[in-house]
């Protein structure tokens, strides 16, 4: 990456196009204005564009707005709820033709409020994986709904043998189900235990919440995938990543450094 300054002890980030250390916005609706304006403020920082849930129905300009997104290098692909949306009413072709319609290449496989058996769900992604690249998202949407971590890895490994380029650990864009707990803080233990099991670089942890995106970071480093993110956010995770920014600041430091630290507390 290209700074306007070389400042020394900062963290090596990829270049675009990345398969690690990803950023996933969460466009829930931005006029196709917004979306030029975003893109020259954070495409460089950007890597998937997440259409939030349904709003690719009801979006004005949405072939536009793709187009502009795609010439950014950026990957598009509509939120899972969408497709819950068009299978649970017996669409799911129809559902294809409209990716299809949009020229997308990426989707994404979730079952955050539906039931549907596992093994339906990983014949989705393997249908789905012969067309296009595949984000498959775990967790449910539900407040209180509690996933024991060994039924987490087990899916999480199952879909990624069915095609998932990505898992998610779902969270929401509110941050507060799923690996987190309804305060916003880190399941940790969960954590941890997918950690063991599953590759860092296979799963994109959706962290909306600052104090979120700084504790992932401080885990798993500047490189950890991060989705959920909103559009004025993209700029300030880059920093938390870099160091840049008071939650991480001493991140990336040489310990003989660390002695001003108690200055900064």
């Known amino acids: 990456m290209s ?10 980030r990829p270049s675009q196009p990345r398969e690690n250390g990803i950023t996933m916005m969460m466009d829930k609706g931005l006029s196709v204005k917004q979306a030029e304006e975003f893109i020259q403020a954070s495409g460089l920082y950007t890597d998937i ?10 979006t004005p ?51 955050g409020s539906i039931i549907l058996q596992h093994d339906e769900k990983c014949k989705y992604i393997d249908r789905l994986a012969k067309e296009f690249t595949v984000l498959s998202e775990v ?21 990624i043998e069915a095609g998932s380029w990505k898992v998610i650990a779902e969270a929401r864009e509110s941050g507060n189900v799923g690996i987190y707990r309804p305060n916003g803080s880190a399941h940790v233990v969960l954590v941890n235990r997918i950690l063991n099991k599953i590759p860092s670089d296979r799963i994109l942890w ?14 798993i480093g500047a490189n950890v995938n991060l989705g959920n993110i909103a559009h004025d956010d993209v700029i300030p995770l880059e920093t938390l990543r870099l160091g840049l920014r008071g939650d991480t600041f001493f991140q990336y430091l040489p310990e003989e450094l660390h002695k001003l630290k108690q200055i900064a507390d």
């Not at 700074?3 to 090596?12: G, K, Q, R």
């Not at 564009?49 to 009801?58: A, D, N, P, R, W």
């Open 3 to 12: 700074y306007n300054i070389e400042l020394p002890f900062l963290p090596e």
């Open 139 to 159: 967790g449910s949407k539900e407040a209180g709904i509690l996933i024991a971590p060994a039924k987490w890895i087990s899916m999480m490994k199952a879909e």
């Open 61 to 111: 300009n949405l072939k536009e707005k793709i187009k502009l997104y795609h010439s950014a290098g950026m990957r598009v692909y509509l939120g899972g709820t969408l497709f819950e949306a068009f299978l649970v009413r017996n669409k799911f072709e129809d559902y294809i033709r409209f990716v299809q319609s949009l020229d997308l290449k990426t989707v994404e496989v979730s079952d």
């Open 49 to 58: 564009i997440k259409l939030g849930f349904g709003t690719s129905v009801i």
């Open 206 to 219: 959706e962290a909306p919440i600052k104090s979120q995106q700084a504790w992932f970071i401080k885990q």
